[in-house]
């Protein structure tokens, strides 16, 4: 890996509250496309530090392969990564239905098959977890 992309992982491991998302984020961008370049690799380690790059403008959408490629990574690093900290809201700040909502959409908004299919058993375990929760 590049001096630039292993800078700027240290600098969000450093810096970031929600570093090991980002950084799974990256993962899954190489997971996903294993020639992924640099840039795209670097976007997905910082799409939600700066949303100020072009690269990363409609990263939460998608568009083009690479921007669709950022949001597919984003997904399943969320499905792996954020479930027990949005569980943990229930019932204070959320409710069961609006986390359920939320682990749902980040699975569908997900357009690559092969980002789908390794996303699958993040959600699945994901709602395993939440229907455990009592309201």
């Given at each position: ?52 790059l ?17 949001r ?9 990564v954020a479930p ?9 700040k ?42």
């Open positions: 890996m590049s001096k630039l992309y292993q800078d700027t992982k240290r600098w969000v491991e450093e810096n970031c509250f929600n570093a090991k998302h980002l950084v799974r984020s990256a993962y899954w961008v190489k997971k996903l496309e294993p020639k992924a370049n640099k840039a795209v690799l670097i976007a997905a380690l910082t799409h939600d530090v700066d949303r100020g072009s690269r990363l403008e409609n990263h939460e959408f998608g568009g083009t392969y690479e921007q669709d490629l950022v597919d990574a984003d997904s399943i690093s969320f499905l792996e027990p900290a949005f569980i943990k809201f229930i019932p204070q959320r409710t069961k239905d609006e986390v359920r909502i939320k682990f749902k959409f980040m699975y569908e908004r997900i357009t690559l098959p092969k980002a789908k299919k390794l996303a699958k058993s993040f959600l699945k375990k994901a709602m395993a977890e939440l229907e455990k929760v009592k309201e």
